[in-house]
């Protein structure tokens, strides 16, 4: 039924229906939830392994986990945090505000969103299923050539691992399908492309990344395939076949799939500032295109993670001019989100605290990356804990502080409930202090010439003292996680609700209730401006008038059409992880997976095809 | 509004660009098997006469 906050659990139906509902459900604010909640339970078993980690290194000599435990907590660490906890939180957004701040009522392709959610679930699900297996990756989240070679890693924990990329690298691949042409396609009228919210021009950008960074790493994992599988030496040097290419394969992706992990930080923070600052971003045009430099630059420097590899001075030179050169877009951003905080009538809430918190933190992070841009520092400082520290500095500081800084701020809206402020603010200054008590001192670390990647250390070589402040602040940033969990506790419990346009906002999803109706607008909003919501309620302070809100249109909801709820995606996602598995079963399961995928691909695309009209009045959704 | 017009309002797949969505998905997966495709003519080129057992360039 298209009634108001259909889309959220609860409405007095039974338990099977509301986990039918999910599971069929196509709704692009349902898909943004299920990728949150994803994001949030893997970012609590990333943050797990990573306790396990610093509670080995806390003292010299530890013996919690064996070397080889400690090679798979990194290993699946690494990758977890950046594959299925980072990328699907910034999904959860993408998926739920992008269509809500360009005025439509859902993505291009619902289904196909759909499908990369449980296509996603299958990658995620893979990838931890080579727990049960007791053969866990173990090589590192960008697995080095030859290490991952049959040579050197028998067992099935490299499969695992590269087959596991390679499905969340196809979700990846769909869902920036489905986000550019969506944001090209779908805007409201008078949304031309420079009154695009900045967060929607970031998330623009990062698809642009997606689709065209994946693919480099989609063939380094099928070389990979045909190597351990099928015995070719495409690795091999003992065959003519270079470890090197690997390297280059998996940079060309890695270095933009960092931007892929920062950019949506950046433009959630280019949403909060603004709004908490009760004044425009300044400079916004400049923003988005240092936003679409960053992009194009992001393609050409990823040899700066092979300085140490020995291309020559040419190769050397030319990433290194690059990569400094991209550090100058990045320092206008921050120049302008300073700027725009610069006389306003700032308001001290908890979105704002992590935006701020980015902005120091990916600050500090971004100086030591300009370090590392020199060769002959970066071989002082490559393969050290100062390395470690720089990441950690963008990745913790940078993107998990943006996103929890777009948590507070879209929550209200999301889930129709105000996050508690007090709770909120204990949050951010737990987490700011343990982040800074943990990764700081790393910095000491490395440069006293401690390695990454090393499960123990012997105790006279002075990092006793740093490495056991790097663990107390990391039980400081799991505490500071429980407050977070016990305030969205308190908050579902008891919290109030909350009105549609709780921080006096300037986006169009402001305009509409919290949570938002199925259909989230009653009537195709028209803007006249980057800030359309703002100006309608103040003007814009250079002559334009406020606008006379338009009388409540008496808009027939019913009559709305939404695209009724598929079993289809869930069901092909299953049968290619049957077909996926397969390969580390039996090539009988590879087939008969192979046909269940094609079978329910085809159902898939004739779902709707003989059907003009998927109404309600079609006996639609329910 | 001409009935073309009210036409193209009616039709889901045509966007507020007045493409359809499904030509221009079409048109970004085919940008992005450029990039799958020049992956492997690259690593082809990289590799091109330098296999130990394989046949050699003539």
């Known amino acids: 039924m298209a009634t108001h906050a259909a889309f959220m659990p609860g409405t007095k139906v039974s338990a099977g229906s509301v986990i039918w509902s999910w599971i069929t459900t196509v709704d692009h604010k349902r898909v943004g939830i299920l990728y949150g909640v994803s994001a949030f339970f893997f970012f609590f078993v990333g943050g797990i392994e990573a306790l396990i980690m610093r509670l080995q290194l806390a003292h010299p000599d530890g013996t919690l986990v064996t070397a080889q435990r400690f090679n798979e907590l990194f290993t699946m660490h690494g990758t977890t945090m950046v594959f299925l906890a980072i990328m699907p939180m910034s999904a959860a957004f993408f998926n739920f505000m992008i269509p809500l701040m360009i005025g439509a009522r859902d993505v291009a392709f619902p289904r196909l969103n759909a499908l990369s959610y449980w296509i996603f679930f299958s990658g995620a699900l893979l990838l931890h299923l080579s727990f049960l297996a007791g053969a866990v990756p173990d090589g590192g989240w960008f697995g080095y050539a030859n290490l991952t070679s049959h040579q050197f890693s028998p067992t099935h924990s490299i499969d695992f691992w590269m087959l596991g990329l390679q499905v969340l690298g196809i979700s990846s691949l769909m869902a920036g399908f489905n986000f550019i042409v969506t944001i090209i396609n779908m805007r409201a009228p008078g949304m031309t492309l420079m009154r695009m919210p900045l967060f929607v021009w970031m998330s623009f950008v990062v698809q642009f990344l997606v689709v065209l960074a994946f693919p480099a790493i989609t063939v380094a994992l099928i070389l990979l395939m045909f190597d351990r599988f099928f015995g070719t030496l495409f690795y091999a040097p003992a065959g003519g076949g270079d470890p090197l290419l690997w390297q280059h394969l998996f940079w060309i992706f890695g270095h933009p799939e960092v931007y892929i992990l920062i950019l949506p930080a950046m433009g959630i923070v280019s949403e909060v500032l603004p709004t908490f600052s009760r004044k425009p971003l300044f400079g916004a045009p400049v923003v988005i295109y240092s936003g679409i430099m960053i992009g194009f630059f992001g393609f050409g420097v990823w040899s700066h993670h092979m300085f140490s590899v020995g291309m020559g001075p040419v190769a050397d030179s030319a990433f290194s001019i690059a990569t400094m050169l991209i550090a100058v877009p990045t320092g206008v951003k921050i120049l302008n989100w300073i700027g725009t905080l610069w006389g306003g009538r700032i308001q001290f809430r908890t979105p704002l605290y992590f935006s701020l918190g980015f902005i120091a933190m990916f600050t500090l992070g971004g100086l030591s990356g300009v370090m590392h841009a020199s060769p002959p520092v970066d071989l002082q400082q490559t393969d050290s804990y100062f390395i470690v520290a720089h990441f950690h500095y963008v990745l913790f500081g940078g993107s998990i502080f943006g996103l929890f800084s777009g948590v507070y701020y879209w929550w209200p809206k999301i889930f129709g409930k105000l996050l508690d402020e007090r709770l909120g603010k204990l949050h951010f200054w737990l987490m700011m202090i343990g982040f800074n008590v943990t990764f700081f001192p790393m910095h000491f670390l490395g440069l006293i010439g401690m390695p990454r990647r090393i499960y123990t250390y012997a105790p006279d070589l002075g990092w006793n003292f740093w490495n056991l402040v790097a663990t107390i602040g990391a039980f400081i940033i799991a505490l500071s996680l429980l407050v977070f969990l016990g305030n969205v506790v308190k908050t579902t419990r008891s919290g109030a609700p909350a009105p549609a346009d709780p921080w006096d906002g300037r986006t169009l999803e402001w305009t509409i209730p919290s949570p938002p109706p199925v259909y989230n607008f009653a009537v195709e909003p028209l803007v006249h401006d980057r800030d359309d919501f703002w100006v309608q309620k103040y003007g814009d302070g250079h002559g334009i008038p406020p606008r006379k809100p338009s009388p409540p249109a008496h808009v027939d909801t019913s009559s709305i059409h939404m695209p009724p709820p598929s079993y289809w995606p869930i069901l092909l996602a299953g049968a290619f992880l049957f077909m996926v598995s397969g390969a580390l079963v039996s090539i009988y399961q590879v087939v008969l997976g192979g046909f269940l995928t094609l079978f329910c691909m085809a159902r898939f695309m004739l779902e709707y095809h003989h059907q003009t009209d998927v109404g309600p009045a079609a006996g639609g959704y329910h | ?58």
């Open chain 2, 1 to 58: 509004m001409t009935a073309e017009h009210a036409a193209l309002a009616h039709n889901p797949n045509i966007g507020t660009t007045g493409l359809d969505h499904r030509k221009m998905g079409m048109w970004a997966f085919l940008g992005s098997e450029c990039m799958f495709f020049g992956s492997l003519i690259g690593t082809y080129l990289a590799y091109k006469g330098k296999s130990i057992n394989g046949p050699g360039p003539h």
